[in-house]
């Protein structure tokens, strides 16, 4: 089954351009490492929480916007070579395709599939 990866960072508002001309960049990168799709989402109905929420986690401020995002790979073993790949890809270095945001504050992880309907 099919293995994902995911994240959700905050972006600064104003960088919504910047974010997705990166992301692009970014996605052709997985893709050529095996990624099957990628899929990025700027957040528009994100509330805040009392005990915790996704503007809590990564720190939100008030001219962010939190985005969510997902990589899909055909298995666990294509997403750990292809990460390798992409960790050292010239094109995803910071002097040429700088993130557009704070990454210290992004969240993220890897999943296995328990259930898809």
Not at 13 to 33: L, V, W
Request: charged share 25%; net charge negative.
């Amino acid at each position: 089954m099919s293995y994902i990866d995911g994240l959700v960072a905050a972006v600064p508002t104003a960088n919504r351009e910047k974010f997705i001309k990166h992301a692009e960049i970014a996605a052709k990168i997985f893709k050529e490492a095996g990624a099957l799709s990628i899929t990025e989402c700027w957040g528009d109905d994100v509330p805040d929480g009392k005990v915790t929420s996704f503007p809590m986690a990564v720190k939100l401020k008030e001219d962010e916007t939190v985005i969510f995002s997902w990589i899909v790979w055909p298995d666990k073993a294509t997403r750990d070579a292809g990460m390798q790949k992409v960790m050292v890809d010239p094109r995803m270095q910071q002097d040429v395709n700088p993130m557009p945001f704070d990454g210290q504050r992004m969240v993220f992880g890897g999943f296995n599939i328990v259930l898809q309907a």
